[in-house]
């Protein structure tokens, strides 16, 4: 089994070992742009065909819980980023310290992430699962996490939206297609990242990283930062679609 | 043949990659790229001969006008699993997955391919892809055609669709992985001396074609995903009764598997650029354009998917555009074409095997991609889009063109691959066989479809009868040609003509190893000072006109 | 010939602070906008924000700025690549037109059907 640190039997040099790795995953990560370019073409074409619906979709996303997942995302992209320079310059402790950080802001995204899912699961706003945009606001006492004048705004959008687009329950079920398949493939990428970071961490822990070697947490960032492009793009596209009245 | 100044050689190297390590373990947890080329070997002539099955159902079938054999449903799941095998499971793989990674490393001079680990992985996860589509199979199979249009797959159909998308998705990953490893290699694994300009047009084609499985494959696969889920929990993008598009579907498909044929075809060029200089004795024309060509065809491959959708009531004016970019397209392949001719022009032509199947493929090609361009002019498409003519299309490019190159690059490197010659004759006449199979199958399909019979359809006027009966016989001729290379290539492997290393002689990196390589392939890093294709400044290869001179390789720099 | 994919260029934890503050006011910027009304340009800014902060991450978070030419070149392909994809898509739903020589709006109603006969 190779250790981590060592040099694989196909390189001559770490030099080269190191150039190796970080062009494949510069590599790797230009798939990734074109697996999420498929599905934001879909977003896009049905944006524009039904946008009543995404408008009225978008503004039953809780923006506060978007924009603090934004700026945790942000912030955990700065820690691993921090992460990397501690492990150039040697500071074992400070990388351990990063990449804890970073973690812990990784799981507090998913964590946010998952109260979101679960609040759509409860407002009936999964497609193909009795789908209902009207439910929360034809049955209040059923979405008792929404205050009052939340509502009363729902309502409005609502009466709105059924005005521009007759066929609105059907329509938004894309939106939220849309909706859980783009944070769907996110939070799938999340979660293989925060699987690397932990491993990250374990070998920062045995102190396997310092100036002369740390390719790994070094491509192990890049990964963690597109994930966090991704973010930056999904939370306008998602959240702020027609959020002025 | 063989004209090298050395003795003939009479047994195997003592020690090479095949004895190195013995057992099952020592094969399935390898990471030597040459004996995972090896492993790919086996499964994609696994899945061609499931491939083939339903092709002999198809033709059978379509002996008579009113389709004794099969019922309706059943001939669509044989079409259907025809197309998924042979394009998903044998074409995709099959140069880039067996003789790319076979010959890769040892053509830049590297010990293995830059990922090792993650080669054999990627052979793990085609395994995996094939076992959900054979599961696909067993559970009544596929009856979607292999282009899986929306809403019927995600919808109405009652087959087994699930597994079968679940099984193109996962193999998908074993593409994008092949292509990361080729792409990194040639950037960062070549022998010194090997500079881009030296490469063989193999590794340039097999470039080319990483470009488009990395660009490719990762859309084709969101686009199943998306698939997937709408028939298993009701998303609906591409469902009109929930108002999606049929249409946006197609785009995401079509953006894939149009460049998914030239990851088909770019390698089979690529092989037919080795064969040409070989057998001809002379440097390959114009090699900076051919290697170009190759990087043109990629990525102008891309632009054109849309000619797939000529009659789908898109937008004319789009149609126009995408017509245009297809003509465009066949410009760099055209320049192959003059590229590899004027090779041949004023050389040394020899016809053994590889020759055959090389010419085979020039003139096959020829025709599939003339009528490629016939079938991108947007009047003529309206007549035979979905008819005999595309199919025969289709069939001239990848079984012509691509399944050509394919058995050359077999033929040409099966004594590098197992230190034996195959038997020249039998291997000859095989070539022929399959070369008349293949015309009589798919020509009369030409005059099928001009005359209007469509595709996938189970029944035809009686009128169609004598060219279908034509296409069932060739179909029958061309098996037999598929199966003499099979018997006589396993036969060879353990009983054939002792090689040596340099056969032919052929000039490329690969040719100075002793056949089979070693594990790790050279024992002393080559140092590259010569031109590809060089067939009068090789004394080493003993093409000269003097003996050998100096050391055949020197050391580099902190060698082992 | 391999090109060194790190010059040994280490970029310092005060241009990732100054980034990381930029990327926050950048956040900041693009909720306020998205409750002014601005139209057919809402989508224009909300992309033209996130694309000045994916380009931020990309340059200094991921090093861009610092890697060899090849590299550079690399992710540009990736996203023109993707450009390709939903541009030349696009020219298709953009420019249908019907059997009475009127363009398909873009936001059309699929289930509505087509327009009634003028």
Known sequence: ?245 | MSTTATAPVQTLPEHHYLNATYGIRSWLLTTDHKRIALLYLASVTFFFFIGGFFAMMIRLHLMTPNGLLLSADTYNRMFTMHGVTMIFFFLIPSIPAVLGNFLIPLMVGAKDLAFPRVNLLSWYIYIIGGCFTLYSMIAGGLDTGWTFYTPFSTVYSNSAVAPAVLGVFITGFSSILTGLNFLVTVHTMRAPGMTWFRLPIFVWSHYATSVVMILGTPVIAITLGLAAMERVFGLGFFNPAMGGDPILFQHLFWFYSHPAVYIMILPAMGVVSELIPTFARKQIFGYGFVAAASLAIAVIGFLVWAHHMFVTGQSTYAALAFSLLTFVVAIPSAIKVFNWTATLFGGSISFDTPMLYAFGFIGLFIVGGLTGLFLGCLGVDMHVHDTYFVVAHFHYIMVGGAVMGYLGGMHFWWPKITGRMYPEWIARIAALILFVGFNLTFFPQFVLGYLGMPRRYHVYPPEFQVYNVMSTAGASILAVGYLLPMIYLTWAAFYGKVAGPNPWPATGLEWRTPSPPPTENFEVTPVVTWEPYDFHHRPDLGLEGGAPQGPAVAPAHGDD | MSENEHTNHIVQPGTYTAIILTLLTLTALTVAAAYVNLGPFNIVVALAIATIKATLVVLFFMHAKFVPRRTQLIIISGVFWLIILLFMTLSDYVTRVDYRGVRFPISQNFSAGLPPRA
């Not at chain 1, 820690?79 to 970073?102: D, E, N, P, Y």
């Not at chain 1, 009363?152 to 609502?158: M, N, T």
Request: proline share 3%; charged share 15%; glycine share 8%.
């Open chain 1, 1 to 245: 089994m190779h250790r981590t640190g060592a040099l694989y039997g196909q390189f001559k040099t770490l030099e080269q070992q190191k150039d190796t790795a970080t062009l494949g995953m510069w590599i790797f990560l230009v798939t990734e742009i074109m697996f999420f370019g498929g599905i934001m073409l879909a977003y896009t074409i049905n944006r524009h065909t039904y946008f009543p619906a995404f408008a009225m979709g978008s503004n039953t996303l809780s923006l506060f819980l978007g924009g603090t997942n934004t700026v945790v995302l942000l912030a955990s992209s700065f820690t691993m980023a921090m992460g990397v320079w501690s492990a150039q310059v040697g500071k074992k402790q400070l990388l351990t310290i990063f990449l804890s950080l970073t973690l812990v802001l990784g799981f507090v995204f998913l964590g946010i992430k998952y109260i979101e899912y679960a609040q759509k699961f409860h407002h009936h706003l999964v497609p193909g699962r009795n789908f209902d945009i009207t439910y929360c606001v034809n049955n209040p006492a059923r979405c008792d996490d929404l205050s009052p004048s939340e509502l009363e705004v729902e309502r409005e959008e609502l009466a709105k939206a059924l005005n521009a687009d007759p066929a609105l329950n059907s329509h938004a079920q894309l939106y939220y297609s849309a909706y859980f398949g783009m944070t769907g493939l996110h939070a799938l990428h999340m979660i293989i990242g925060a699987g690397l970071l932990l491993w990250l961490l374990k070998e920062s822990l045995a102190g396997r990283f310092d100036a002369q070697y740390n390719n790994p947490v070094d491509i192990i960032g890049l990964y963690w930062h597109f994930v966090d492009i991704v973010w930056i793009y999904l939370f306008p596209l998602l959240y702020l679609i027609d959020r002025h009245k």
